[in-house]
């Protein structure tokens, strides 16, 4: 890991000292050590701000979309995990992001740990998170500590990434990990998929009865880029109530569902961006799981490919199938 | 000074609940929050901070104002209706800049009903709040209650004035929390009817007020020992020491004003992706919206909880947006909270909470933030002053860490940041 980590901090060091890039986007520490944060580097003197770890879990793409790039033609060097390159892929797909002027660093990831894992295992505040090979040491405020398993801490979408390794990249952090052969699974979905259809309905309203609309979901997501002109928000049309309760709550979420679909890998972070952490990723894993069982469609995994719902073929199946 | 053994709490809130709701942080699935706290529900006070403050109790996160319903409706396609609705067009009394053509019904062609200020008025008792979040009531106060004589809130005053603030302080104070930075501290009782202090066996209460003193008349209630006072007292001071002072209070108000062009937010505001988090957990942030909403021929007035960070918060009819880009609603944040409404109303509208760090997605830290300010920054030459709001900022070439240090490199402005 700490070699991925020298990789990431020579090549920022070296576009941003030959003039490639106006600033460079990876991951770096937070308020304190177990919190990891994006981090925008633009002189070579603060490339050891840049870190990686199991804590790397933001998407750094969502700062390419619309109207994030300052200025917009800025050059920018930008780290990918494996699931972050296919959000990049999308909007590539979509003529969203100018190629020309970034400079993507893919850095194989062995997956990341799920911060609220940690934090559920103590009562205190969890303020420092270590990493030595396969163990994983937290800390409290008030002296507790504890080692962990990193595998048993990893996000749950962890468990069935079949994309590790960039889909994009002029350089790789090092060597690339071995990626699972075979269909794609979805683990995560094998309890809400057995559930009966009463069930379903049930388990959802109350997971989206504890929404703010705090709107973080949709603006972490890197392809989700309306803005100002998003239809949970619009007023004419006004299609989602500004009414703050579980239907349309969850109206909300599966309007944002479809609107991604076809561009969103499920790479979780809005659900990690949750404050009141509802289980988002869920939702667009089942989308995920049905655009392939359907229409044999990953997102983001190739440069060459469409956004399904952009896409037309004779061949696409029709009705049930 | 009363006492009330920890065994006796669901007791006491049993009482409290003949005559009120009762309201109380909760823990569903491992969140803590404020919710209606009926008998059998564990009461979560070891969690220090609920995610959101009670705030919604008072100041919901929407709430309609009117409903309204069209009793006629013209409809070509169903022969009469026009008729029916006799709806005319006459001209008014012509006065001296002429009449005014108003559309004129007989029988009313529609029927409003206003949601009076008390319909939602009930006696609430919210218990376990921390002193931070009792001071957001405070602040909203100012805004909502009249204060300077600007405006009166019956909705929000109809709630606040019917509830009762029992607070606890803050036995393990996080490493975010900053109240003694804004004027507050983990023991603080500014806004709260009766003061709450765990010890290992109960709770020391105090009653700060009327409504506090009338709470504390359950009968479980007796007079602290000397010894119980004592460990309240050592409690208290315990906590005050683990909040730290982050940032200098005095003279921030002109740095931010200094600082409104000279301190590159655009750097600041870099890893913000614009969302609302920071100001729905808050305590304090107030902004609302109000928007109506039909569903065929009936509909509402509804007001809901706004943000500054909206990108179409300050969007204007005309499409122009004063706050256009990211990091002036950034700015506009800070400025805010320690400098526009200080001015106002000569007190913070922070309480150092620190839920804005902690719940922040990209943990966006208030106390880095104005702690660059406070840092003695000097007006930056490359700054114009005077521009408008929505004018690019000087960009400085420097990194996050360095951003506020004097000597601030120049770079060409005017590369403007998109408008988002």
């Known amino acids: 890991m700490s070699d991925r980590q020298e990789i990431i901090r020579e090549l920022a060091r070296e576009a941003l ?31 050891d701000r840049l ?26 060097g930008v780290c990918v995990k494996g699931c972050d390159s296919r959000t990049l892929v999308a909007l590539l797909q979509e003529g969203l992001v100018d190629r020309d002027r970034l400079y993507i660093v893919g850095v194989p990831c062995d997956g990341v740990v799920d911060r609220r894992k940690i934090d559920r295992e103590f009562t205190g505040e969890v303020i420092g998170i270590e990493f030595t090979g396969d163990k994983v040491l937290a800390r409290t ?29 002029d350089d790789i952090a090092g060597d690339t990990v071995p990626e699972p052969e075979g269909e794609p699974q979805w683990p995560s979905l094998a309890e809400f998929e057995a559930l009966s259809p009463g069930d379903k309905a049930a388990t959802l309203a109350a997971a989206f009865s504890t929404c703010i609309r705090c709107f973080a979901c949709i603006h972490v997501c890197p392809v989700c880029y309306c803005w100002d002109q998003c239809v949970n928000r619009s007023r004419t049309p006004a299609l989602v109530s500004q009414r703050v309760e579980k239907g349309e709550n969850l109206m909300f979420q599966l309007v944002h569902m479809f609107h991604v679909a076809g561009r969103c890998p499920s790479c979780g972070a809005c659900d990690r961006a949750c404050p009141v952490e509802i289980p988002l990723y869920l939702l667009h894993e089942k989308m995920n799981k049905e655009l392939y069982d359907m229409l044999r469609f990953e997102a983001g995994v190739d440069l060459e490919g469409k956004p ?4 037309f073929s004779l061949d696409d199946p029709f009705g049930e199938g | 000074m009363k006492f009330l053994q920890e065994s006796d709490l669901p007791a006491f809130l049993e009482h409290l609940s003949a005559e009120a709701n009762v309201i109380a942080p909760t823990d569903v699935e491992g969140l803590v929050q404020f919710r209606p706290w009926t008998a059998g529900t564990d009461v979560e006070l070891d969690t ?55 559309a004129v019904s007989d029988p009313p062609a529609h029927e409003l009903v206003m949601v009076g200020a008390e319909d939602s008025a009930t006696p609430q008792v919210i218990f376990g709040l921390r002193p931070c979040d009792a001071r957001g009531f405070v602040q909203m106060d100012r805004v909502f209650g009249g204060y300077g004589g600007f405006y009166f809130d019956p909705y929000y005053n109809s709630r606040r004035s019917l509830a009762t603030l029992l607070v606890v302080t803050c036995h393990q104070p996080r490493s975010t929390c900053f109240c003694r930075g804004v004027g507050g501290g983990p023991a603080g009782s500014e806004g709260a009817d009766a003061l709450f202090t765990r010890i290992p066996d109960g709770f020391v209460a105090k009653a700060l007020t009327t409504k506090g003193a009338k709470a504390l008349e359950f009968p479980g209630f007796v007079d602290a020992s000397e010894a119980a006072a004592h460990a309240a007292e050592e409690a208290k001071a315990a906590a005050e020491e683990m909040v730290s002072v982050p940032f200098e209070l005095e003279g921030l108000r002109e740095a931010l004003r200094a600082s409104f062009e000279s301190v590159d937010w655009r750097e600041l505001s870099r890893r913000c992706i614009s969302c609302g988090t920071c100001t729905y957990v808050c305590p304090n942030c107030y902004c609302f919206n109000v928007t109506d909403e039909a569903v065929e021929t009936q509909g509402e007035r509804l007001r809901c909880w706004d943000n500054c960070f ?56 208030i106390r880095e933030v104005l702690g660059v300010m406070g840092s003695g920054v000097a007006e930056s030459d490359a700054a114009p002053s005077g521009r408008s709001e929505s004018a690019a900022v000087g960009e400085a070439a420097v990194g996050e860490a360095a951003v506020g240090e004097a000597a601030l490199g120049e770079k060409a402005a005017g590369d403007g940041e998109e408008s988002a």
């Not at chain 1, 460079?24 to 603060?46: C, H, K, M």
């Not at chain 1, 879990?57 to 800025?74: C, I, S, Y």
């Not at chain 2, 026009?82 to 009449?99: I, S, Y």
């Open chain 1, 51 to 76: 870190q990686w770890n199991p804590l790397c879990h933001h998407n750094l793409t969502v700062f390419l979309k619309r109207k994030m790039p300052d200025p917009p033609d800025a050059r920018i």
């Open chain 2, 48 to 102: 220090l901070l609920s995610r959101q403050s009670a705030k919604e109790f008072i100041f919901p996160q929407w709430e309609p104002f009117l409903k309204y319903r069209y009793l006629m409706v013209c409809d070509a396609k169903r022969p009469g209706t026009a008729e029916e609705a006799k709806l005319e067009l006459r001209l008014t009394d012509e006065g001296e800049g002429g009449g005014e053509v108003v």
């Open chain 1, 141 to 169: 405020a008030q002296g507790d500590s504890k080692e962990f398993d990193r595998t048993s801490l990893l996000l749950d979408q962890c468990g069935g990434c079949h994309y590790p390794n960039p889909r994009v990249a």
């Open chain 1, 17 to 47: 000292a030959e003039g490639r890039v106006d600033y460079f986007l990876g991951w770096g520490q937070g308020y304190d050590a177990s919190q990891n944060i994006p981090v925008f580097v633009r002189e070579v003197t603060d490339v």
């Open chain 2, 310 to 365: 909206n990108p179409s918060y300050t969007l204007e009819a005309s499409g122009h947006n004063p706050r256009d880009v990211k990091s002036n609603r950034f700015r506009n944040r800070f400025n805010h909270k320690f400098w526009y409404y200080p001015e106002k109303y000569d007190s913070l509208l922070c309480s150092g909470c620190g839920r804005c760090i902690t719940y922040c997605p990209t943990r966006i830290d």
């Open chain 1, 308 to 311: 399904v719902l952009q896409a």
